[in-house]
Nanobody, 127 residues
Framework: VQLQASGGGLVQPGGSLRLSCAAS????????LAWFRQVPGKEREGVSC????????YYADSAKGRFTISRDKAKNAVYLQMNNLKPEDTAVYYC?????????????????????WGQGTLVTVSS
């Protein structure tokens, strides 16, 4: 059971990136999955979450209107399309399966309710 996040990189403000979270060893569509981000010295922040099966989506206020989370059943993956990126979006982005009702909670609650963490992918937004 493993998740692998990829797609990060260096992008200028206003640019776009698409992050991928690929699953191996299990069928991802059966699970809810969230994207988180973390800057050194700061709490992990939930960015977006997608429910298993019904694919309802949720976004942090900072992501609404700019980020889109989606699922590709055939590729057993979840994506985070990020548009109009800002310097404050700079962080390591992680994906994890768990319960969407907790994705915006504090680090301890997130750790208690999410697992199968991917290794993270660095997004740097800078001119």
């Amino acid at each position: 059971v493993q998740l692998q996040a990829s797609g990060g990189g260096l992008v200028q403000p206003g640019g776009s990136l698409r992050l991928s979270c690929a699953a191996s060893g299990f069928t991802l569509e059966h699970y809810s999955l969230a994207w988180f981000r973390q800057v050194p010295g700061k709490e992990r922040e939930g960015v977006s979450c997608i429910l298993g099966y019904v694919n309802l989506t949720y976004y942090a206020d900072s992501a609404k209107g700019r980020f889109t989370i989606s699922r590709d059943k055939a590729k057993n993956a979840v994506y985070l399309q990020m548009n109009n990126l800002k310097p404050e979006d700079t962080a390591v982005y992680y994906c994890a399966t768990g319960d969407c009702q907790y994705y915006r909670k504090n680090t301890q609650t997130i750790d208690e309710n999410f697992g199968s963490w991917g290794q993270g992918t660095l997004v740097t937004v800078s001119s």
